[in-house]
């Protein structure tokens, strides 16, 4: 089944420890962004990225770091996550940047 | 920047028609996404405009107007499963950027 998975799926942590939600699709995508949810403010990018090894920022990047190694995975890090990050987070694929994206279920991050 | 504004919600009756509206910044402009999302759920594809004009997919239609940075998703037949987020997202100048509206939240009542 074609998919873009997400994990973990909850992540409850305190504010400084490192952590980092894996994005996985199947889809042989090139393009894969990540985006952040939040009440009033809608869906906003963190971090987008064209290829392998091609990542660019978004409009909310600063906190995260991310990176594309291979063409499958495209993990989101939080070095040292600060309450301000608690949000639902979605990663997204699809085959070129100017086409229909293939969402991820979510991930709910609550930093205390 | 490039703000998306559209209504932050809506309220229609079951069988009825409701048009959504969106408005964008001209410049740079691709291309106009709409997405649907349930609460609890992810965004899920409805359409995607290029060229000015109307596209009809089954009980939906999405508008574009490139000169005049608009565009409209009109639901026919409306159904109680249609309450949901419609989301509104331009993509700006070939590079991967994609900005979102806040959504809108349409109610369908019986």
């Known amino acids: 089944e074609a998919q873009v998975t997400q994990n973990p799926r909850y992540l409850i942590t305190v504010t400084g420890k490192k952590l980092t939600v894996t994005c996985s699709q199947n889809?042989?995508?090139?393009?894969m962004s990540w985006y952040r949810q939040d009440p009033g403010l809608g869906l906003r990018q963190i971090y987008y990225?064209?290829?392998?090894?091609?990542?660019d920022k978004g409009d909310v990047p600063e906190g995260y770091k991310v990176s594309r190694k291979e063409k499958r995975n495209f993990p989101l890090i939080l070095e040292s996550p600060s309450p301000n990050q608690t949000s639902l987070y979605f990663c997204?694929?699809?085959?070129?940047?100017?086409?229909?994206?293939?969402f991820g279920p979510g991930t709910r991050l609550t930093v205390l | 920047g490039q703000n998306i504004d559209q209504p932050t919600e809506m309220t229609a009756t079951e069988g009825a028609i409701v048009q959504i509206n969106c408005t964008y910044q001209?410049?740079?402009?691709?291309?106009l996404f709409w997405y649907q999302q349930h609460a609890g759920e992810a965004p899920t594809f409805l359409s995607y405009?290029?060229?000015?004009g109307l596209e009809e997919k089954g009980r939906f239609s999405s508008f574009l107007s490139r000169s005049k940075g608009y565009s409209y998703l009109l639901l026919k037949e409306l159904q109680m499963k249609d309450s949901a987020s419609y989301l509104c997202?331009?993509?700006?100048?070939?590079?991967?950027?994609?900005?979102f509206g806040q959504g809108t939240e349409l109610s369908v009542k019986p």
């Open positions: 997204a694929s699809s085959t070129t940047d100017d086409n229909e994206q293939f």
């Open positions: 889809m042989n995508h090139e393009y």
């Open positions: 990225s064209m290829n392998v090894e091609v990542t």
């Open positions: 001209t410049s740079g402009f691709n291309g």
């Open positions: 405009n290029v060229l000015d």
């Open positions: 997202a331009a993509f700006y100048n070939q590079g991967g950027k994609l900005i």
